[in-house]
Every structure is written in C-alpha cells, then in structure tokens.
C-alpha cells in the first residue's frame, strides 16, 4: 500500500493525460506514443516531465488503490491502534489527493435550457486523460454567462470518448475528431445531439473542410490523409502520405498539411485528391494559420537539438517568404490567428505572444505573462474582444480558463473546464 502511495505522490503533478496525442520517430507502438508525445506538445512547459506507459500504469493501479481506500469508514480508537498514526495521516492524505479525480464518480446531470445554440457560443474542447475515456465538450455562452459543463455526455447520455483532439464546424455540424477513440463524433450544433459517428480512422487529429460536402482528416499513425463525405458521413478515400500529420489549411485552392515527421508542407490538390509537392520548413511543423494576405504561416516545433522556427509560406508561388528562428531555449506552440488574420498569438515559456502578421521579428516579450500558470491552449473570439487562455494545472483536475480583454489584456473572467482544456471552439 505505502509503495503504491509514494509512486502516486511522485506522479501526481507530472502526469499529462494527453500523452497520447502521438509520436515522432519510426516507433508506432505505445510506449513510444507515451514518451515522445509529451515532449513535443508540452514543450511550453520548461519544467515538463515525461511519464511512461510503465508509469501512467503503475498511476492508474495507485488512484483504484486509494479510490478503495476513499470508500473506507473513519477507523475506530482500536483500529487506530492497529493502523499506526502515519498509515491514518496516509489514508487521509491520500483522499484528499484524488478529491477531484479518483473519489469523484459524478456526471453533469443538469439540463441544458438555453438551446438552440446561437452566437456568443464557445466550446471548451477538453482532452481528458489518455486511455481514461474522459474527454468532453464544456459549453459556455458568452452573451447570458450560462455554462455546461459536459454538454455532449448531456445531451447524448454517453462520453464523448478517449482524448478529445480538436473541432470543425461544417454547414451547421461540429467534426469532433476523438483521437485515442479512433473515430469523428458528429453533432448538430443547435443541440450537440449526435447525428453520426465516422469510425475507420487510425489516430485522427484534425480536420479540414474543402467546401465542396467533402473534408480531408489529418493522423498521427495512418501515414496519409482521410477523405470524409460530409453530406453522408462516411470515408470515401485516402491520399498516401506517410508520416504524423497535423494542421491544414486552404489557400490558393491547395490544401496545405504539416508533415511533423519529415518537417514539411505537404501541398495537395483537392480536385485531384493528389500530392503536388512539398515545401521543406525548420522545426517541426504542428500548427498552420492564414493571415489577412492569405499568407500561410506554420509553427514548426522544438524537437532535441532542433530549434523551434516560425515560417510565412506564400501560396501563389509556394515559396518561402520568411523564416523566424527561435532560440533553441524556446518551446512555442499553439498557434493561432485572431479573426482578421491581422494578429497571430502563440504560446512560449513565459506566456502568451503577440506578433502582426506584417512583422518581420519575433517579439521579445508576451502580452500576457505566464506567471505561476501552465497555459495549454488560446482561442480569439469571433469578433476579435476577448481572448481565451487554458490552464492545465496538474493534468488531472479540470482546467482553469481564463477570458481576457484582448484589447486591454485584462483578465475579465475565469471559469472551469474539463480535464486538459486543449482548444476553444467558436460558434459562427
């Protein structure tokens, strides 16, 4: 028992439950998912360590042994006796620990009354912990302040699935790829009720639609691209692409994807459904955004001793208009662009940055400093006033997500969300 508790104190504050977001390298095989993932995407986190599968195990046997222990009577005078007062502070200790997690069965039961979902809507995306099944979709209305907490378990009377990855929104349904789950949860985004589940996906991480009633699907594993019709639901074609891929985006009629494995821009042709080529970036490329020129702009991440860099791609010639190196102590990630595509914000070590999509240097400070918080994850409301910054905390408990002014970058409001708030979704 007391060995269980000391590898569960150890691992308490260092367990990431989205470990499992994926790996670099050849390895396809858990335990290389469990190890390199967490460097890559918490690399903002300078202090981050990483859990392996024998670890995230030996965690999962120490919370059913304390959750045991939570459901255990005060002991009388007599068994105290026969604990010894340190196995009785042990014991109390313990359940205070896992207040939040283990000894915690509950699900949102309260009724959601504030449908159809308008504008004003923002969807907390909420990972949950790898292998735990705990993913969900937290939804708070920003025009009457109304918050659910689960909205999908809610309205669907079953959990979204294992590791919430990321959200689209296409002509009135949310695409919510669950990654560790292998599928696309689709819901009607008047009431999240479901309205199909697109399964025959290996590790789906995110997806682009291409406006036409079709949507290509990014993997960590399936070396290539997943075509979904999205009038019926169903995959309807592949394009080979062998490596991790992660963001795209549309430009210049060619969808472009990060390749993270062989540190590229994949070019594709929609009309095709073919690869025209490739263009070569530094770091390794996770996060893609468009600017107010149309400009293409893909985060390349940290990665051992290659050093994160941050580079503009001009999609009428597909050539590289600007590289931004960081410094090898660096750890950007998330980045996004507001809703002009006039600024783009990113996380860093020491908080959250700001650059113009005009700019031609790095900035050298943040807009809003880190501080004692662990941002995960930001998001820019549709009208471009508020920002929305994630914290993580200890990746077991559910996350803090504050609201900023993005004009003043004052903090208006904070709320909670799931277990690992990793992206914000806007209703439009």
């Known amino acids: 028992m007391r060995n269980n508790f000391s ?6 504050p260092l367990f990431r439950g989205e470990v499992g977001r994926g790996a670099a390298g050849p390895s396809r095989n858990t335990h290389s998912q469990l190890d390199s993932h967490n460097e890559v995407r918490n690399n903002h986190n300078s202090s981050s360590i990483l859990v392996s599968s024998a670890n995230a195990r030996t965690l999962r046997q120490a919370q059913d042994d304390t959750q045991a222990l939570c459901n255990v009577t005060i002991p009388s005078r007599t068994a105290v006796n026969v604990f010894s007062i340190l196995n009785f502070k042990f014991l109390i200790f313990n359940c205070f620990l896992l207040s939040f997690t283990a000894c915690d069965k509950t699900q949102p039961t309260q009724e959601i009354t504030d449908l159809p979902i308008t504008s004003g809507a923002v969807m907390f995306i909420n990972e949950g912990n790898y292998t735990y099944g705990n993913a969900s979709v937290s939804y708070y209305n920003s025009l009457n302040e109304s918050f659910y907490e689960d909205i999908y378990q ?7 699935g294992d590791v919430a990855q990321s959200m689209a929104g296409i002509n009135g349904y949310g695409y919510i790829a669950v990654n ?3 599928k696309v949860e689709v819901v009607d985004l008047l009431d999240f009720k479901n309205v199909a589940t697109i399964t025959g996906l290996t590790s789906p991480r995110y997806i682009l639609p291409l406006g036409d009633g079709r949507a290509y699907v990014s993997d960590i594993y399936g070396d290539k691209l997943t ?3 999205t009038t019926n639901n169903t995959i309807i074609g592949t394009i080979t692409l062998p490596g991790w891929t992660e963001q795209m985006v549309l430009a210049n009629g060619l969808a472009f994807v990060a390749n993270y494995d062989s540190s590229r821009v994949e070019v594709i042709d929609p009309a095709t459904n073919t690869k025209t080529m490739h263009i070569n970036v530094d770091g390794h ?34 050539t590289i208009a600007l590289t931004l190196n960081f410094p090898l102590t660096a750890s950007p990630s998330h980045l996004i662009a507001d809703a002009t ?8 070590n020491d908080g959250i940055y700001a650059l113009p999509s005009t ?4 900035p050298s400070s943040p807009i809003i400093a880190k501080n004692a918080r662990n941002y995960y994850a930001i998001g820019i409301s549709p009208d471009n006033s508020k920002l929305y910054a994630s914290d993580a905390l200890d990746y ?3 996350s803090d997500v504050y609201i900023f002014n993005l004009q003043t970058l004052e903090e208006e409001k904070q709320l909670k969300g799931g277990i690992i708030t990793g992206g914000f979704y806007f209703y439009r």
């Open 7 to 12: 590898k569960y104190v150890k691992l308490l």
């Open 396 to 398: 077991n408990q559910r």
């Open 227 to 229: 075509i979904i019709n």
């Open 180 to 182: 560790n789950s292998n």
């Open 359 to 362: 700019g031609s240097t790095l």
């Open 154 to 160: 809610t309205q669907n009377s079953r959990p979204l």
């Open 341 to 348: 595509g006039a600024n783009l914000y990113y996380l860093d």
């Open 285 to 318: 490329p996770l996060e893609m955004v468009l600017d107010a020129q149309g400009q293409v702009w893909v985060m390349g991440q940290k990665e051992g001793n290659d050093a994160a860099a941050l580079t503009r791609i001009n999609p009428s010639d597909n």
